[in-house]
């Protein structure tokens, strides 16, 4: 199957689905991750969607998932920059929701034992909503001039805005 069918089933998953995520969480391994309710790291994990140095957009949901974990802000930042965010980073931004205290699996395991517990559920980025400091307009609008003087004529950083403003807008 590929990458967007793998994220369909995950979000018919009736149970909570933690990710266990070490080393380098790129492109399509942090899609993969964000495919899922919870994800717990490594203390050294690197996550990120580096396709714009590549001149590509994140595919799989990635512009979609990825701001309604972490905000508009954020979520442009990181993906027009492609640069990778650390796991405490990303716990700091609401990317990952636990580091790994020894063991990543067994962290792992122990986390999802609290969410059952706690009642939590599943947790689908697909319902959430994308997080906008002040009004949408004159966000989008402040991000656009910056990302057209920094971008230099390249069109994946402003086709990114585009895919985040839509996401805003419109339904997952």
Do not use: W
Request: one cysteine or more.
């Amino acid at each position: 199957p590929t990458l967007p069918e793998i994220n369909e089933a995950q979000d018919r998953l009736n149970k909570p689905m933690v990710a266990a995520i070490a080393g380098f969480a790129l492109g399509g391994g942090l899609e993969l991750a964000l495919g899922c309710h919870y994800r717990v790291a490594a203390s050294k994990t690197q996550l990120g969607l580096p396709e714009v140095k590549l001149g590509i957009l994140p595919g799989s949901g990635g512009t979609q998932r990825l701001p309604r974990v972490v905000g508009a802000a954020e979520g442009l930042k990181m993906m027009t920059s492609g640069n990778t965010v650390t796991a405490e980073q990303g716990k700091a931004v609401g990317l990952i929701d636990a580091i790994a205290e020894g063991d990543l699996l067994d962290s792992a395991i122990a986390f999802a034992k609290k969410i059952v517990a706690e009642g939590k559920g599943v947790r689908r980025i697909r319902d959430m909503k994308v997080h906008v400091d002040g009004d949408a307009k004159t966000f989008f609008d402040k991000a656009r001039a910056e990302i057209e003087k920094t971008s230099r004529g390249f069109p994946a950083p402003l086709q990114i805005l585009g895919c985040v403003e839509a996401a805003v807008n419109l339904p997952f």
